[in-house]
């Protein structure tokens, strides 16, 4: 099994919609974070967390927020989904070695 | 505040050709530098890293040295091959203050490597 997974793998919503992303993990990390990629930008921060107290803005947080359920479980939520949150989203954790390690990601598409 | 510049892509090559992936960074103090892959349909997966000056990191092939006087982690392979296809991030983990703990990407170069 994946030491990180994501779950929808795909998700079609309508503007105006709240959903809900999930990420879990096996490998026991404290900290884990959700990223958006757009395509030429690279990936940018959304959220952090860096234990199941701890929850971090990143550069772009407007219009998202999360939740930190578990050491093993973090969510993203889209209060209302508009048609610029339309991307790919990944979960990542790590240890204190700094290496990040990502799920298989998440397209979200809103129309 | 941390940037990380990569070269502008994509990048087509012929197998066998050699790969350069220019990076530079800027940050404060003394970042731990990495190269993350990203193949098709996947999440990034770690390709090499380094964590202080003169460091190199390497695996798979693929080698970048940390350059301290010019800000610099270039990735290399002399080799390339069809399934090195796929999109290479190049990335800083912040030291300290409100970057510690967070890793700045730079944009990704596509690799399209033809037979």
């Known amino acids: 099994d994946a030491d990180v997974t994501q779950t929808p793998r795909n998700r079609i919503t309508k503007t105006g919609k709240r959903i809900m992303l999930e990420c879990s993990q096996t490998?026991?990390?404290?900290?884990m974070y959700w990223y958006r990629q757009d395509p030429g930008l690279g990936l940018r921060l959304i959220y952090y967390?860096?234990?199941?107290?701890?929850?971090n803005k990143g550069e772009i947080s407007d219009g998202y927020s999360v939740s930190r359920q578990a050491q093993a479980k973090f969510s993203l939520s889209l209060e209302s989904a508009i048609p610029n949150q339309t991307a790919l989203y990944f979960c990542?954790?790590?240890?204190?070695?700094?290496?990040?390690?990502f799920g298989p990601g998440t397209r979200l598409l809103v129309l | 505040g941390n940037s990380v510049t990569q070269m502008e892509g994509p990048v087509t090559l012929s197998e066998e050709a050699f790969l350069t992936i220019n990076c530079t960074y800027t940050?404060?103090?003394?970042?731990?530098l990495f190269w993350y892959v990203q193949y098709p349909g996947e999440g990034l997966q770690l390709l090499l890293k380094?964590?202080?000056?003169?460091d190199k990191g390497s695996n798979k092939g693929f080698e970048a040295t940390y350059r301290k006087e010019t800000t610099s982690f270039h990735l290399e392979k002399g080799s390339v091959q069809v399934s090195d296809s796929a999109v290479y991030f190049c990335?800083?983990?912040?030291?300290?203050?409100?970057?510690?703990?967070?890793?700045?990407f730079g944009q990704g170069t596509i690799l399209t490597v033809h037979p």
């Open positions: 990542a954790t790590s240890d204190r070695a700094e290496t990040q390690y």
């Open positions: 490998k026991g990390h404290d900290r």
């Open positions: 967390s860096f234990d199941v107290k701890d929850i």
């Open positions: 940050a404060t103090g003394y970042p731990s």
């Open positions: 380094a964590t202080k000056a003169d």
């Open positions: 990335a800083l983990s912040g030291t300290g203050g409100t970057s510690y703990g967070k890793l700045t």
